[in-house]
Every structure is written in C-alpha cells, then in structure tokens.
T-cell receptor, first 110, second 113 residues
Framework: GQNIDQPTEMTATEGAIVQINCTYQTSGFNGLFWYQQHAGEAPTFLSYNVLDGLEEKGRFSSFLSRSKGYSYLLLKELQMKDSASYLCAVRDNNGNQFYFGTGTSLTVIP | GAGVSQSPSNKVTEKGKDVELRCDPI?????LYWYRQSLGQGLEFLIYFQGNSAPDKSGLPSDRFSAERTGGSVSTLTIQRTQQEDSAVYLC???????????FGPGTRLTVT
C-alpha cells in the first residue's frame, strides 16, 4: 500500500522558522508536492520536488531525498496567516494518482 | 480568470438517496481529478480524467460511485444509494497536460443523514 506520514499538529511563533516533515513509502514516485489548505477552503499548490535537493520559493522552501523517502517544507518568517493545514502528496509513476498525507495543522501564535 | 467551480457547495441527503456533484474545470485544462476528504483525513483519490482517454477509476471506493466528463469539460460525480460513511467534502481539481500544478475547486460538503 501507499503510506504518507506527517505530524498531525505543530505550533510555532510568529517570525520564527518551522519545518514540517513528510516521509513516504509508495510503489512508485513521480514527484512530491506540498499544498496549503486553510480551514474550510480548497488546497492551494505550494511546491513541487522531483529531484533531490532544495527548492526555494520566497518564504517557503521544500526539500526532497528520494533515497530516504523524505521531504520537508520549511516556512520562514512565520506570519499569522500561515496558520493552516499543510498537505504532503506523492504522485505515482503513471502521473494519474496523487497520494496525500493526512496533513499537518500548523498554528502560528503571537 | 475563473477558477474551478463546484456545485452545490453543500448537500444534505437522506441515506439511500442518489446525489450528483458537479465540477466545472478551468477552461483548457485537460486533466480533471475527483478527491474525497473526510474529517481529519487526507485527500483520497477517486478518479482521474485526461482528455479523451479512458478515465482512471481505480480510486472509486465502491460500484455506487461513478463519474462522467462530458465534452472534455464539465464532470459529474454520482453516488447512488448514499450511506452515512459517504459524508465528506468532495473536491475537484484540474490541470493542464504535463503541468505539475493542480487547481482545486472549493468542494462540495456532503452530509448523509
């Protein structure tokens, strides 16, 4: 089966840095995705990694190690509006299916 | 431009009734996905359409679930003889062929009483 693991909840302070980890065990791999989902809203795309290494996009960065089945999302200079659920997803080899983790609920406190 | 739209936004139905959920993807997007998100759970893949190719139905949980995509655009997800465990938010997403980014609609919250 497909297994995507993320911590359920995290809390961090405004202005700080937080790292959200994701480990995966899937039968195929064709990219790892991070999405942000505010309560009651649709997920929005944050980042995509298919090769090992770090992808930086403003305050957000995402890292991938395919050999370890591991990724993390790094959020810098946290703002209150970053309070949301962060979903890790793996796309399978044929590119059709995305397997999502249960999401990490991040709360940013003043 | 307009994003992905879904209707209805909320649907309450009695157990045993059939429901239809609609998704209007972004114009020109050839790929369309349906997902289900239950309370406290991640997104569960249901079905994938790509152009005129046969859909990937491998995620549909039972034969009570079916989906169509007419004219390569609008899609309808049908759940027959609804059960209480079908209660969830049903999300639709679309993307351009070869694109890494999926654009999600606001979802339909289905409650089966």
């Amino acid at each position: 089966g497909q297994n995507i693991d993320q911590p359920t909840e995290m809390t961090a302070t405004e202005g700080a840095i937080v790292q959200i980890n994701c480990t995966y065990q899937t039968s195929g791999f064709n990219g790892l995705f991070w999405y942000q989902q505010h309560a009651g809203e649709a997920p929005t795309f944050l980042s995509y990694n298919v090769l090992d290494g770090l992808e930086e996009k403003g305050r957000f960065s995402s890292f991938l190690s395919r050999s370890k089945g591991y990724s993390y999302l790094l959020l810098k200079e946290l703002q209150m509006k970053d309070s949301a659920s962060y979903l890790c997803a793996v796309r399978d080899n044929n590119g059709n299916q995305f397997y999502f983790g249960t999401g990490t609920s991040l709360t940013v406190i003043p | 431009g307009a994003g992905v739209s879904q209707s209805p936004s909320n649907k309450v139905t009695e157990k045993g009734k059939d429901v239809e959920l609609r998704c209007d993807p972004i114009s020109g997007h050839t790929a369309l996905y349906w997902y289900r998100q239950s309370l406290g759970q991640g997104l569960e893949f249901l079905i994938y359409f790509q152009g005129n190719s046969a859909p990937d139905k491998s995620g549909l949980p039972s034969d009570r679930f079916s989906a169509e995509r007419t004219g390569g655009s609008v899609s309808t997800l049908t759940i027959q003889r609804t059960q209480q465990e079908d209660s969830a938010v049903y999300l639709c997403a679309s993307s351009l062929l070869g694109s890494t980014e999926q654009y999600f609609g606001p979802g339909t919250r289905l409650t089966v009483t």
